[in-house]
C-alpha cells in the first residue's frame, strides 16, 4: 500500500511563493506517474501538474503553465510543486496523487491509483 503525505501549504499573499512537497511511502514504492490536483469550493478536482517518474516529462494546467514547476527526488520518493507568482484563484486544497502503471491521461482523476489527504493553500488579495 503506497501513502502520500502533502505538505507546504499555508496562508500567503499575491505574488508570494510556496512550495508543497508529497512524500511517498510503502513496502516497494514505484510510480509511473506523479501529479498535483486541486479542488476549490464547491468546484471538482482539476489537474494542475504531472510529472512522469522514469523520465523528465512534465505536464502543465493552462492556467498554471509558467508560474507553477512540478520536480522530483526519487531518492526521497518525493515530488515538489513550486508555485510562484500566486494568484487568489489558485486558492485551494491541493491533493498528491500516484499512477502505478500508464492508464490513460495524465489530467484525469480516476486515472490515478493512491492519493494524499490534501494541503491546503490559501492566497490572499
Known amino acids: 500500500q503506497v501513502q502520500l503525505v502533502e505538505s507546504g501549504g499555508g496562508l500567503v499573499q499575491a505574488g508570494d511563493s510556496l512550495r508543497l512537497s508529497c512524500a511517498a511511502s510503502g513496502r516497494t514504492f514505484s510510480s509511473y506517474r506523479m501529479g498535483w490536483f486541486r479542488q476549490a469550493p464547491g468546484k471538482e478536482r482539476e489537474f494542475v501538474a504531472a510529472?512522469?517518474?522514469?523520465?523528465?516529462?512534465?505536464y502543465y494546467a493552462d492556467s498554471v503553465k509558467g508560474r507553477f514547476t512540478i520536480s522530483k527526488d526519487k531518492a526521497k520518493n518525493t515530488v515538489y510543486l513550486q508555485m510562484n507568482s500566486l494568484k487568489p484563484e489558485d486558492t485551494a486544497v491541493y491533493y498528491c496523487?500516484?499512477?502505478?502503471?500508464?492508464?490513460?491521461?495524465?489530467?484525469?482523476?480516476?486515472?490515478?491509483?493512491?492519493w494524499g489527504q490534501g494541503t491546503q493553500v490559501t492566497v490572499s488579495s
Open positions: 496523487a500516484s499512477q502505478k502503471y500508464y492508464s490513460g491521461s495524465y489530467d484525469y482523476p480516476p486515472n490515478y491509483d493512491y
Open positions: 510529472i512522469r517518474w522514469s523520465s523528465s516529462s512534465t
